[in-house]
């Protein structure tokens, strides 16, 4: 039964869970607006190779993780679907390299099974695989160059030898032109020491031809176009984006070394009270080829992310496929062994952080409301629904934990279902504006002339109305390079020009103008607007429509 209904249930989970959700919420800035306009700018420029940002030359990415987002735009629409679609299959195929793998290392549909179920419940990696950015894209490629390697090692014939080193290379590739030169440095992480542990150094450096040519001939013709086309591109992707970043002293996102060892505790939820038996079992069984293989795949890209200055959350998602692998080799056994104090546990802990949060949200409603009642009642509905799931299925695991021992599954699924949709309009206002611009599309479509002084507000806005020509009024942020590039000046004004630019501008036609007003030095710029247009406010972010004025 375990063989025939595993693929089709979590096929069926996938859509109901990942799938529907993506186009229940607006796009949250400034991530999602930015690559979902940087995807949409290829399809109406057709300019494939270099990436622009509203006009501007934005090279902190290379161009295949825009493809991606761009064909998902293209085949269902330039709606939220589309633009997260992309995300959602990259996270889909990662499951299932999950399956796949795990199946190959372990040769047990149980074991299979249930590495598949904790991956997939996760919560960051489910949270992530709704989120428009590129990595979900590049743990995808990573992964796969993961599953890629232990097929190069674990095959007994030429030809799937031959077969895997040149999928290892595509991996390498796709992964590179997503997101960087790491896709070629993590599986080297990899390969080298477990070789060199197996004794198998000169298989690695003879078939490992294979995959590096592979990834050059899948690599080189973009590497080239771009050159081609923006000279100074790999100057500054190279040295800014990756020596900068994750050497420099100034890098962005600087943090302790330690960074990520709490992070990956929490990456792991609803799973948490099985990382010690996990770890402890992995270590004890490390002498295995299979377990040392999926260990030095977990702790050498943590190692690598954890000594690099420059630290973000989603980098570590790549191990969470390792982890997964390890954690379903320890629960399989420990159902089989008919042990069970670590999902016991497990159930004990979530239901006691449901139990809490509950709480605390009831106090505040109570004492000092996070959703205004009446206004917001569907969305206080669907949090407690899910934190009455939440607690429900714990309850569950915890009294019956060989028998429902992946109950807390349906928590984790119902959180990234229903938690997006269901966040207090104090947050949507603020963070997804292309919603308010929905509102009042037709007084902004006319508008000969864009303007904004937010990029993320300004990114939603050119997405929404298909427009790349919003200019930037008094800010500057990631595009910095970008409009320094003498042809970009056109792209901003600032507080000393912009009366000027805004008389010029409605002598041509309308005006439109999103603004983000969150403090004295926005409401400075607004006040230097005129003041006969008309207004819209939505939480902090301020719509403005000028009518054209006669030259």
């Not at 030429?158 to 080193?165: A, D, E, I, Q, T």
């Not at 020491?193 to 990834?215: D, N, S, T």
């Not at 002293?249 to 992070?263: G, N, T």
């Not at 949200?361 to 996070?370: E, G, I, M």
């Amino acid at each position: 039964m375990i063989r025939r209904m595993a693929l089709p249930l979590l096929l069926l989970a996938f859509g109901v869970f990942y799938l529907l959700p993506l186009a229940t919420h607006g796009l949250w800035i400034p991530d999602e607006t930015r690559y979902a306009q940087i995807s949409q700018e290829m399809l109406l420029t057709g300019k494939w190779a270099a990436p622009h940002f509203m006009g501007i030359r934005y090279f902190e990415k290379p161009a295949a993780g825009y493809w991606m987002i761009a064909l998902g735009q293209a085949i269902f629409g330039q709606n939220l679907f589309g633009v997260r679609f992309a995300s959602a299959l990259s996270t889909g195929l990662s499951i299932l390299l999950v399956y796949l793998v795990s199946r190959r290392l372990w040769n047990d549909p149980q074991k299979s099974l249930i590495s598949t179920v904790l991956y997939m419940s996760f919560v960051s990696v489910a949270a992530l695989g709704g989120y428009a950015n590129l990595d979900p894209q590049f743990t995808f490629w990573v992964n796969l160059t993961g599953v890629a390697l232990w097929f190069c090692f674990d095959s007994t014939t030429p030809n799937g030898r031959l077969g895997s080193w040149a999928l290892l290379g595509l991996a390498c590739g796709m992964g590179f032109m997503t997101k960087g030169f790491l896709a070629w440095l993590l599986p080297v992480l990899i390969a080298l020491p477990y070789a060199i542990w197996q004794k198998r150094f000169r298989e690695l450096l003879g078939y490992g031809v294979v995959a590096v040519i592979v990834a050059i001939v899948v690599s080189v013709p973009w590497a080239l176009a771009v050159h081609l086309q923006e000279p100074d591109y790999w100057n500054f992707f190279f040295w800014h984006e990756h020596i900068q970043r994750f050497a420099g002293d100034d890098a962005q996102h600087a943090e302790p070394f330690w960074y990520y060892l709490p992070l990956l505790v929490a990456f792991s939820l609803p799973w948490v009270a099985l990382l010690p038996s996990t770890l402890k079992q992995a270590w004890l069984d490390k002498r295995s080829a299979k377990i040392g293989f999926v260990l030095l795949w977990l702790l050498m890209p943590l190692a690598f992310f954890s000594l690099a200055k420059g630290k973000l959350p989603s980098y570590i998602m790549p191990c969470l496929l390792p982890l997964a692998l390890l954690m379903g080799n320890t629960l399989a056994d420990k159902l089989a062994q008919g042990r069970y104090r670590a999902l016991r546990i497990n159930g004990w802990l979530n239901l006691i952080i449901g139990v809490l949060v509950l709480l605390a949200l009831s106090w505040f409603q109570l004492k000092k409301p996070v959703y205004e009642h009446g206004q917001e009642t569907l969305s206080l509905v669907l949090v407690f629904t899910f934190l009455f799931g939440w607690i429900l299925v714990n309850v569950l695991q915890a009294a019956q934990p060989l028998r429902l021992w992946a109950a807390p599954v349906l928590g984790s699924w119902l959180m990234v279902a229903l938690l997006p949709a269901a966040l207090p309009h104090s947050v949507v206002y603020n963070k997804t504006p292309d919603q308010f611009i929905i509102d009042h599309l037709q007084e902004l479509q006319p508008a000969t002339a864009l303007l904004s002084n937010d990029l993320g507000a300004a990114s939603a806005l050119s997405w929404r109305l298909a427009r790349p020509d919003v200019t930037l009024y008094n800010t500057v942020g990631e595009v910095k390079y970008g409009l320094a590039y003498p042809d970009a000046g056109h792209h901003k004004v600032d507080t000393t020009q912009v009366q000027q630019w805004m008389s010029d501008a409605r002598k041509k036609g309308s005006v439109g103008v999103v603004m983000r007003v969150k403090g004295d030095d926005e409401i400075a710029e607004v006040a230097l607007l005129p003041g006969d247009g008309k207004r819209y406010e939505q939480g902090n972010i301020v719509i403005l429509i000028f009518p054209q004025v006669n030259p």
